[in-house]
Nanobody
Framework: QVKLVESGGGLVQPGGSLRLSCAAS????????MSWYRQAPGKGRELVAR????????NYADSVKGRFTISRDNAKNTVYLQMNSLKPDDTAVYYC?????????WGQGTQVTVSS
């Protein structure tokens, strides 16, 4: 079965950096686009970044362009989100996502808190 496990969240000061990881299993990883979403308290879940299966295409939410970078290692079945210049508004639970055969799969999420 599809399994997504996020890691790397934590507490960081404004302007700091974090790198999130998502280990995937249960499907042919290299064939599917992978996404990172986030959900802040009291808000809906929003798309942060997406990367194509081969890793040669990416897109980002306007709010994170130039600060976040999504990447993947298909040999390790892992997708990453490098987050730089973090702001308090980036505080949220971050989720890894794959849409496979018209079904969305989610990890358990990892908390990112940006605060001084």
């Amino acid at each position: 079965q599809v399994k997504l496990v996020e890691s790397g969240g934590g507490l960081v000061q404004p302007g700091g950096s974090l790198r999130l990881s998502c280990a995937a299993s249960g499907f042919t990883f290299r064939m599917y686009a992978m996404s990172w979403y986030r959900q802040a308290p009291g808000k809906g879940r929003e798309l942060v970044a997406r990367i194509s299966g081969p890793g040669d295409g990416t897109n980002y939410a306007d709010s994170v362009k130039g600060r976040f970078t999504i990447s993947r290692d298909n040999a390790k079945n892992t997708v990453y989100l490098q987050m730089n210049s973090l702001k308090p508004d980036d505080t949220a639970v971050y989720y890894c996502n794959v849409n496979r055969i018209w079904t969305d799969y989610w990890g358990q999420g990892t908390q990112v808190t940006v605060s001084s």
